[in-house]
């Protein structure tokens, strides 16, 4: 990579690809577990790891949104975000006349 934005973007997109999956394993988890899931090591495991997401969307949601909704919440917000930071790597790459794999 020569440009510094994609390394940025790539970097940005990944950490919103793992804060993705991660909260779609905590809610298949949790599904599966059901009312035990608090005591599931994975499950604590993918808490960790997803709690400044839902910190954040928290903090960014008007206190109207339950929360039992903010894991989906912020599920929809990182969707929309990867998506958004794919077609500005699209757009630095098609204007820079590079060939970036997406």
Request: hydrophobic fraction near 60%; proline fraction near 5%.
């Amino acid at each position: 990579m020569t440009n510094p934005e994609l390394l940025i973007l790539s970097i940005l997109r990944a950490l919103t690809e793992v804060a993705l999956l991660t909260l779609l394993g905590q809610g298949l988890l949790a599904f599966l577990a059901g009312s035990r899931r608090a005591t599931n090591p994975v499950y604590q495991i993918f808490q960790v790891v997803t709690r400044p997401v839902i910190r954040a969307v928290r903090f960014i949601t008007p206190k109207l949104v339950l929360d039992k909704h903010i894991p989906l919440v912020a599920f929809f917000l990182l969707f929309w975000l990867w998506i958004f930071l794919a077609y500005v790597k699209r757009i630095i790459c098609v204007a820079n006349e590079l060939n970036c794999v997406f």
